[in-house]
């Protein structure tokens, strides 16, 4: 924020278009909408991120089935691949991390995206782990979705919501649907599903064809990035 100018309201619109999201979604945990007001008016847990900057604690599960393609073709539903995937781990603690701009989720995404054969740009719909509104913005510009201190501008201007460059969380994400423990990361896989299945209902993002899902544990330490798409 120091360096880049971007804003607690900047940051609160990425919470407020989850929450939007999720107020499409009859399973998700939290479906009132808020507004940026709203966001930054409660309370503060850690400056300057406020309660509703933070993603929520639930319970819950989520499955996935992967098969060979071969045992796809006589699924019931349109069958997804995996088309990209990586890896990417800069440190264990904190103070080792080589930088608060750059995380493993630059190099986890630039090796899915190459395994691929895709872009950042080509992406139709993204499902990113969302702990908190500034990783979400740290991790959509280090991905190269969006340039340096744009993200939570992007986001104030509509371009994570439906319609926008990048659908992104289209569930709710972390902060608005639920955030299970390592469940939390497999409802973003789960939703990029739906997206290219085309039975996200309300939710929908018209013609998604690619999908990127990314999800990072410990202190933004341990990073995978998969590229799906039908």
């Known amino acids: 924020m120091h ?4 804003t607690s309201e900047q940051l609160a619109a990425i919470a407020v278009e989850h929450r939007r999201h999720a107020g499409r979604h009859p399973k998700a945990q939290k479906r009132d909408p808020i507004t940026v007001t709203d966001v930054v008016g409660s309370k503060m847990i850690a400056d300057p991120l406020h309660m509703l900057d933070c993603c929520l604690i639930s319970d819950g599960g989520a499955a996935l089935v992967i098969s060979s393609r071969d045992a796809a073709r006589n699924t019931k539903g349109t069958a997804v691949e995996i088309l990209g995937a990586g890896q990417g781990h800069t440190h264990e603690h904190i103070i080792a991390a080589p930088s608060l701009v750059d995380f493993g989720c630059k190099k986890s995404s630039a090796t899915a995206f ?5 872009k ?9 782990y969302d702990s908190f ?3 979400l913005a740290v991790e959509l510009e280090s991905i190269g979705f969006f340039e340096r201190g744009q993200a939570g501008a992007a986001a104030a201007a509509g371009e994570l919501g439906l319609g926008g460059k990048l659908p992104c969380n289209t569930h709710g994400g ?5 955030h299970s423990g390592a469940a939390g990361g497999m409802f ?3 939703e990029a599903v739906h ?3 085309g039975n996200a209902d309300a939710r929908q993002v018209k013609d998604a064809k690619l999908a990127f ?3 990072d544990g410990g202190i933004l330490s341990a990073h995978c990035s998969l590229v799906l798409g039908v």
């Open 114 to 118: 190459a395994r691929a054969g895709v």
């Open 3 to 6: 360096q880049y100018g971007v």
């Open 195 to 197: 997206q290219l299945r």
């Open 120 to 128: 950042a740009s080509d992406i139709d719909v993204a499902q990113i």
């Open 188 to 190: 973003h896989a789960v």
């Open 174 to 178: 972390l902060m608005s649907y639920a």
């Open 213 to 215: 899902v990314h999800g």
């Open 133 to 135: 509104t500034i990783t």
